[in-house]
């Protein structure tokens, strides 16, 4: 079975913190991919890396940096933590050719206060 | 804007109904429309997929119906059950651009 883990359940962090989210894959997939999902709207797409040291914005990636050293291992950091960053990440894996499938991890509850 | 639009945005259906949840795109590119399935507390799983060269798949209670011509494609939930009890994503994918929607949340009543 694919597994994709991630390394907090639940976070709580001040405004102004440095955050690290970090998940691993262990399906020896090309893409990783981090999401925020948020009530109404949906997943939204942050950064997604298809190799080492790759990687390419997302639809929100304003606040966010992502780091990919080795294959099985995507980092994501926000700078400056703030408020407004308070929300649910996901990270995800998948083959980078077909199929599309993305594997999930179980996620991070990150409250900023 | 979101290139994904899924309604409703809940869903109450009493157990044994059918649970239907539409999703519409733009994007005529996308080539691959799968369903994920999200428990409280869980990642969002895989639930079922359709390649637009097919109008529906079936597996076990789970349809998808798919008509290419107005860029819609539903799923469908026959004999809905308590357990399916969880939220709904539908997604449309090209190459490895996946856009998702918003999500429905499904309560099935016992």
Redesign the interface.
């Given at each position: 079975d694919v597994k994709?883990t991630q390394s907090s359940r639940y976070l709580v962090k001040r405004t102004g913190e440095k955050v690290f989210l970090e998940c691993v894959q262990d399906m020896d997939h090309e893409?990783m991919f981090w999401?925020r999902q948020d009530p109404?709207?949906?997943?939204?797409?942050i950064y997604?890396s298809?190799d080492v040291k790759m990687k390419e914005k997302g639809d929100i990636p304003e606040g966010y940096s992502v780091s990919r050293e080795k294959k099985e291992r995507f980092s994501l950091i926000l700078e400056s933590a703030s408020t407004n960053q308070t929300s649910m990440y996901?990270c995800?894996s998948?083959y980078?050719v077909?199929?599309?499938?993305?594997?999930?991890?179980?996620?991070t509850r990150l409250t900023v206060t | 804007q979101?290139q994904v639009k899924?309604s409703p945005?809940s869903l109450i259906v009493q157990k044994g109904g059918i649970s239907i949840i539409n999703c519409a795109y733009e994007n005529t590119a996308f080539d691959?429309f799968?369903w994920?399935q999200q428990f409280p507390?869980?990642?969002?799983?895989?639930l079922i997929?359709i390649r637009p060269d097919v109008s529906e798949k079936k597996e076990g209670r789970f349809t998808i119906s798919f008509n290419k011509s107005a860029k819609q494609f539903s799923l469908h939930i026959m004999d809905s059950q308590p357990g399916d009890s969880a939220t709904y994503?539908c997604a449309a994918?090209n190459?490895?651009d996946?856009r998702?929607?918003?999500?429905t949340r499904l309560t099935v009543k016992p």
């Open positions: 994709v893409n999401y109404g709207l949906g997943l939204r797409l997604f298809y996901l995800a998948s980078r077909g199929p599309y499938e993305q594997y999930f991890g179980p996620g | 979101q899924q945005q691959y799968p994920y507390g869980k990642g969002p799983a895989l997929a994503f994918s190459n490895n996946m998702f929607g918003a999500g």
